[in-house]
């Protein structure tokens, strides 16, 4: 099975997964990075969090997938 590494850009720090983790294809792996990036917001800690990509690369370095998110909080003021 083809292995698979999972980056983390939060703000402007970088994570770099050295170990790695098979999966049968790039869309299985694409997934797995999908839910890493909602689990990081699960577990936030009620402060506001920076965008948050996990880039998948595949086992010659090259990314092959790319996962985003970012959460915005808008408050209505009284009028």
Do not use: C, N, W
Request: glycine share 6%; net charge negative.
């Amino acid at each position: 099975m083809p292995r698979f590494y999972f980056d983390l850009h939060k703000g402007d720090r970088v994570t770099r997964d050295e170990e790695g983790q098979e999966f049968v294809d790039v869309d299985a792996a694409e997934r797995e990075a999908e839910k890493s990036v909602v689990q990081i917001y699960r577990d936030h800690d009620g402060q506001p969090h920076e965008m948050v990509t996990i880039d998948v690369r595949d086992e010659h370095g090259r990314i092959v997938a790319a996962v985003t998110a970012s959460l915005e909080v808008s408050r209505q003021r009284d009028s």
